[in-house]
Nanobody
């Protein structure tokens, strides 16, 4: 079992930046692929970014590619999402997710790929 807690959300103007963090606790000695998802009001949860447990592979949704960066510090058991050039359409609750894997370069790209979820952090981008 692993527990995930997101932080770093808030209100920012369009064009601004935020960095989200996701702290993992519990069985963190295992290897986990991790990802970020988001859900806007009235919409389904959507994939944002994923990273392998080694950090050697990353993948982004087209809507955030070139603006967002995903990274992790396994020594600190923390996942990050650096969000630059934010747009009003980025407004959503952002969730981090984790999935145990033995595959060094595995990345989950859908919600069903992940077993563990955080509670989410609100990001609001004003125009």
């Amino acid at each position: 079992q692993v527990q995930l807690v997101e932080s770093g959300g808030g209100l920012v103007q369009a064009g601004g930046s935020l960095r989200l963090s996701c702290a993992a606790s519990g069985r963190t000695s295992s290897t986990y692929a991790m990802g970020w998802f988001r859900q806007a009001p009235g919409k389904e949860r959507e994939f944002v970014a994923a990273i392998s447990w080694s950090g050697g592979s990353t993948y982004f949704a087209d809507s955030v590619s070139g603006r967002f960066t995903i990274s992790r510090d396994n020594a600190k058991n923390t996942l990050y999402l650096q969000m630059n050039s934010l747009k009003p359409e980025d407004t959503a609750v952002y969730y981090c997710a984790a999935r145990y894997t033995v595959r060094q370069y595995y990345m989950g790209l859908t919600s069903s790929d992940y077993a563990y979820w955080g509670q989410g952090t609100q990001v609001t981008v004003s125009s």
